[in-house]
């Protein structure tokens, strides 16, 4: 995992519309 994508998602994450999209995000990424 890619720092900046770790720094993305813990921003983003602050986003419970955006929460979703970080999930599929981390499951394409694996």
Same mark, same amino acid.
């Given at each position: 995992? /890619? $720092? =900046? $994508? %770790?720094? %993305?998602?813990?921003?983003?994450?602050?986003?419970?519309?955006?929460?979703?999209?970080?999930?599929? =995000?981390?499951?394409? /990424? $694996?």
């Amino acid at each position: 995992m /890619a $720092t =900046s $994508t %770790k720094i %993305k998602v813990l921003i983003i994450d602050d986003h419970p519309l955006f929460r979703q999209g970080i999930r599929w =995000s981390l499951e394409d /990424a $694996t």
